[in-house]
Each structure stands twice: as C-alpha cells, then as structure tokens.
C-alpha cells in the first residue's frame, strides 16, 4: 500500500516562497507517474506539476509555469514542488498524488482521477 506523506505548508506573504516535500513508501516497484494538486476553497482539485519518475520528464499547469518546479530525490523517495513568486490566489490545500503504471506523458496527469494514491494534504496559505 503505497503511501504519501506531505510537508511544508504554512503561511507567507506575496511574492514569498515555500517548498512541499511528499515522502513516498510502501511500494515495491517506483509509482511511474506523481504529482501536486491543490485544492482551494470551493474549487475542484486541479493539477499543478507532475513528473514522469523515470525519465524525469516534468509537466506544469500554465498558471505556475515559470514559478514552481516539481522535483523529486529517489534516494530517499520524496518528491518536492518549489513555489515561487507566490500568489494569493495559489492558497489552497495542496496534495501529493502517485500512479503505479499511469505515464504522464499521455497527457491526463492534471486528472485526479488518474491517480490512485493521495497523501493527506498540506496548507498554503499566501497573504496579499
């Protein structure tokens, strides 16, 4: 049972940063696909950033594009999302999200369907 555990969250002031880390255990074979949503208030769950974990492959959503860089360490099994110039509007919960076969490169990564494993989530909060 693959599980998923974020950190990182916490409060910061426009234009600031913070970096999430997802620690990752409970597998045997790396889940080939993981990836950050988020989750405002009364929003859907979006996709943010995902990474083929194979390849390294990186995909964004056009609204963090140039601000967050999703990354990950296999060493240790934790995937990370740099935010950067951080925005009011990127408050939101965000989650941490692994497939075990899903490529990312076909093109539905931002799906929370695609994915079968959730970790808890993490609060990000940015103040105007």
């Known amino acids: 049972q693959v599980q998923l555990v974020e950190s990182g969250g916490g409060s910061v002031q426009a234009g600031g940063s913070l970096r999430l880390s997802c620690a990752a255990s409970?597998?045997?074979?790396?889940?080939?696909?993981m990836a950050w949503f988020r989750q405002g208030p009364e929003k859907e769950r979006e996709g943010v950033a995902a990474?083929?974990?194979?390849?390294?492959?990186?995909y964004y959503d056009d609204s963090v594009k140039g601000r967050f860089t999703i990354s990950q360490d296999n060493a240790v099994n934790t995937l990370y999302l740099q935010m950067n110039s951080l925005k009011p509007e990127d408050t939101a919960k965000y989650y941490c999200a692994a497939a075990l076969t899903f490529k990312c490169f076909s093109g539905s990564w931002d799906l929370p369907g695609t994915f079968g494993y959730w970790g808890q989530g993490t609060q990000v909060t940015v103040s105007s």
């Open positions: 990474i083929s974990t194979g390849f390294g492959s990186t």
């Open positions: 409970g597998y045997t074979n790396r889940p080939s696909c």
